[in-house]
């Protein structure tokens, strides 16, 4: 099993189209990218800690690949939107193939002509990993609900 982790807005939409994902395994919704340790989900929202919400998610190699992740990862967002940064475009590479395979793919997608804007998405080091409270943890699954703008 492998991890990847991705930010593109609320973490509990990103979170569900990467559950649909045949060959992912688990998925976990939390923070990054900040400064603040075991930061709370109030604190973020309220722009103190510096952290995206972000999900990281297990995959198996022989199922899904990297670069098909990238591609669910591109289709779930605008990623020529600037956001606050909780809600920012984010790709968090693990190991330097996925560096490599994601540097790839944002230039395959800027050069294709999908997008009129530049694309804002950041391709950055992974941080550490803060799994947010157990609530938000496949949130759509335990309410029913299908969009972050109902809260």
């Known amino acids: 099993m492998e991890k990847a982790m991705f ?18 395994t688990w998925t976990s919704v939390g923070y990054a990218g900040g400064s603040v340790e075991h930061p709370t989900y109030e604190d973020v929202c309220r722009g103190r800690t510096g952290h995206t919400e972000v999900v990281e ?28 940064a909780q809600y920012k475009s984010v790709i968090y590479y693990y190991t330097p193939e996925q560096k490599d395979v994601a540097e790839a793919s944002i230039k395959q997608l800027s050069a294709s002509g999908v997008y009129q804007q530049p694309i804002l998405t950041e391709i950055l080091p992974a941080p550490t990993f803060y799994t947010a409270e157990e609530y938000h943890q496949q949130y759509y699954e335990k309410t029913g609900r299908r969009s972050c703008a109902t809260e």
């Open 7 to 24: 930010g593109a807005g609320c973490f509990w939409g990103v979170e569900d189209a990467f559950r649909q994902v045949k060959g992912v």
């Open 57 to 84: 998610v297990t995959y198996d190699p022989s199922a899904v690949s990297y670069a098909q992740l990238l591609d669910r990862f591109w289709h779930i967002h605008n990623p020529t939107l600037s956001h606050k």
